[in-house]
């Protein structure tokens, strides 16, 4: 249970430090509220179509399968913002990552289920929820010194790597066989 834990804190440190920031980056791309709205909608909706597939495709394949893709995938696909010109970009990686976001959702949560018993896990995942919410919070005020001290690309190329290291404490779960 520990590795879920940090492993998960890790990610949800990673993409916390650019989530509150995603407007200023939007305004500096040329859009507005609209243009965030969209983007933020797309993620969702994008997320939604692929938290049923992901459900089924984990009880027969595994969860830690998919928390590696989306830390992988994630760390890779922020390494495109910085590049971005235009907002229909931003919504083509909102997509994206919108995927990449149900993965790990779903994914943690059936994970928490398979690693506790029905008399602890109200504790486990309150415990589990206490440490990725400090590691939310903290990257929240991270990436805003960050943004003071550099500029907006930089908390990218920080939140990639934190992602891509999030992974290698995914690959310590020890999870059941499946298939």
Do not use: C
Request: net charge positive; no cysteine.
């Amino acid at each position: 249970m520990r590795w879920i834990i940090l492993s998960q804190s890790i990610t949800i440190l990673g993409s916390s430090l650019v989530f509150p920031f995603y407007l200023i980056f939007i305004k500096e791309v040329g859009g507005g509220f609209l243009q965030y709205g969209i983007s933020y909608g797309l993620f969702t909706i994008s997320s939604a179509f692929v938290h049923v597939m992901v459900g089924r495709l984990s009880d027969r394949m595994g969860r830690k399968l998919f928390l590696l893709i989306n830390s992988w995938g994630m760390a890779v696909l922020l390494l495109f913002f910085p590049l971005v010109i235009h907002v229909w970009q931003v919504y083509i990686l909102q997509v994206l990552l919108g995927a990449a976001g149900a993965m790990q959702k779903t994914s943690e949560k059936a994970m928490l289920g398979d690693f506790t018993s029905q008399s602890n896990r109200g504790a486990a995942i309150g415990y589990y929820h206490f440490w990725t919410s400090v590691f939310a919070g903290a990257a929240v005020m991270l990436g805003g010194l960050i943004i003071d001290l550099f500029t907006i690309d930089i908390i990218f190329y920080i939140s990639s790597f934190i992602l891509f290291l999030s992974g290698f404490f995914i690959l310590k779960i020890k999870e059941r066989n499946y298939g």
